[in-house]
């Protein structure tokens, strides 16, 4: 089990916008993670009828900071930066309030050099909040002609 600290040691994500807690399962093709959602947070705002959602697209960005966790950390990637490249077939089954725990599993499909291609699953309770089929890429190195 890694906690917060082991994860920012990985993710370059800082509050309010690293939306991982917890890694609780990790190994070379999966990986799952914990977002405890609080009504004290940016992200869970009130909404209409006193609801706290975390909203679906950040449960999106939850998974792909789960993603970029793996292939960081597992894949020798320490020190780059991944980037969420693309999204397909994403479902928004039950939102996500304040009060709820995440259970992030994110599956790897396939990976290249530079990008891999992932299942997401948001899970609330045993009942789906939300999935999606993605990639993320990494970063070219500083003395890639990236930034030019």
Do not use: W
């Not at 082991?6 to 916008?17: E, G, S």
């Not at 980037?83 to 790897?108: H, M, N, T």
């Amino acid at each position: 089990m890694l906690e917060i600290n082991d994860i920012k040691k990985v993710l370059p994500h800082r509050y309010p916008f690293l939306l991982i807690d917890r890694i609780i399962e990790l190994n070379e093709k999966k990986v799952v993670s914990i977002k405890n959602i609080t009504v004290n947070e940016p992200i869970s705002q009130e909404y209409f009828g006193g609801l706290y959602p975390m909203q679906g697209v950040l449960q999106v960005e939850a998974m792909a900071q789960t993603a970029a966790f793996l292939i960081l950390d597992v894949s020798g990637n320490k020190g780059k930066l991944a980037y969420f490249s693309g999204i397909d077939k994403v479902r928004f089954r039950k939102p996500a309030l304040a009060g709820d725990q995440l259970r992030i599993e994110v599956s790897l499909i396939k990976l290249r050099s530079r990008a891999g291609k992932f299942r997401g699953t948001c899970y609330i309770g045993d009942e789906i909040s939300c999935e999606a089929t993605f990639t993320c890429m990494l970063a070219p190195d500083q003395t890639d002609s990236f930034r030019n």
